[in-house]
C-alpha cells in the first residue's frame, strides 16, 4: 500500500501548542474574583398562586389542576327587539300585528276603482259583506281590512261612520277606545276625518301631526274614485277609534 509523503510543515503545526481562545464580551471590563462588590445572582422569584408547590406524591396532572385558571368572560347576547313602523316623512308609529295585516289587505286594493257611483266588481263585494249595495263604502272597506286580519266583533255599524265613534268611544263592535292625539295614534286604527264625514285606516303618523291613510271612496291620482293613499294634515282629522285585533 503507497503512502503519501510526510509534509513538514503539517508536522510543524502539530507539534505546536496554542492557546484555548475565551469570548470575552466588549466593553466589559473584568472583575476581579476578589471584589468584595461580587454577589451570586439570586434565582427569580415565582409570585404566589401561579405555580404553588405540591405536596409530596401529588402528579402532574393534579398540580396542572390546581393552577389557577382565568374568570370565563360571558358575551353580551343582542336580543332583537320589535321596532317602530317609520312613516316616510321620518315619523314613528306603534305597529301591532293585527294592524300591520289589516293595512297590508289594504294597500293590496290600491288602484281599484269604480266603474259607476259607488259600483264595481270589487267594490260591490265589500258592500255586500255589510249589507249594502251603491252607497258609500269608505266604512265597508276598512270594515273588510279589519275583518281579514282577524278583528273580533266588527259590526254592519262600521258603515256609518257616527256608529264608529260612538262605538270607540263605548269601547264595543270591535273597538277598544277613541283619541283625538295623533301621538297616540296606532297603524290599523280607523282615522274619522272631515267632521265625521269620512274614514280610512292609519298608515304612519307624520312628525308634523299629520297621519298617512289608506282610503276607500275617495279621490284617485288617476281621476275618479277608489282606494287610494293619503296624507291627512291635523285639521282634517277628527280623532282615532282603536281596533282589537
Not at 462588590?37 to 427569580?44: N, Q
Not at 393534579?62 to 336580543?79: D, H, Y
Not at 294592524?99 to 266603474?115: D, H, I, P, T, Y
Not at 284617485?220 to 285639521?235: C, D, I, L, Q
Request: aromatic share 4%; charged share 20%; proline share 9%.
Amino acid at each position: 500500500m503507497l503512502r503519501a509523503p510526510a509534509n513538514p510543515l503539517l508536522a510543524q503545526l502539530r507539534a505546536r501548542k496554542f492557546p484555548q481562545a475565551v469570548a470575552v464580551a466588549p466593553d466589559v471590563p473584568a472583575v476581579p474574583a476578589s471584589d468584595p462588590g461580587l454577589r451570586p445572582m439570586a434565582p427569580p422569584k415565582i409570585p404566589s398562586g401561579v405555580l404553588p408547590k405540591p405536596p409530596a406524591g401529588l402528579s402532574l396532572g393534579a398540580l396542572m389542576a390546581s393552577v389557577p385558571q382565568p374568570a370565563e368572560t360571558k358575551q353580551a347576547v343582542k336580543v332583537d327587539r320589535p321596532q317602530p313602523t317609520r312613516t316616510p316623512t321620518g315619523g314613528t308609529v306603534p305597529m301591532t300585528g293585527g294592524g300591520k295585516r289589516a293595512v297590508a289587505w289594504a294597500m293590496q286594493n290600491l288602484g281599484v276603482r269604480e266603474s259607476g257611483g259607488n259600483r264595481g266588481v270589487q267594490i260591490d263585494k265589500w258592500q255586500r259583506e255589510f249589507g249594502m249595495a251603491g252607497q258609500p263604502y269608505c266604512g265597508a272597506f276598512i270594515g273588510a281590512a279589519m275583518r281579514r286580519a282577524g278583528a273580533k266583533g266588527i259590526t254592519n255599524r262600521i258603515v256609518y261612520v257616527p256608529n264608529i265613534i260612538a262605538d270607540a268611544k263605548s269601547k264595543r263592535n270591535g273597538f277598544a277606545g277613541w283619541y283625538t292625539n295623533a301621538r297616540q295614534a296606532r297603524v290599523g286604527d280607523a282615522v274619522v276625518l272631515l267632521n265625521g264625514g269620512h274614514v280610512g285606516m292609519v298608515v304612519g303618523v307624520n312628525r308634523d301631526g299629520s297621519v298617512t291613510t289608506v282610503e276607500g271612496n275617495t279621490s284617485t291620482r288617476g281621476g275618479g274614485e277608489g282606494v287610494a293613499r293619503k296624507r291627512r294634515s291635523g285639521s282634517e282629522i277628527t280623532g282615532f277609534a282603536r281596533v282589537r285585533y
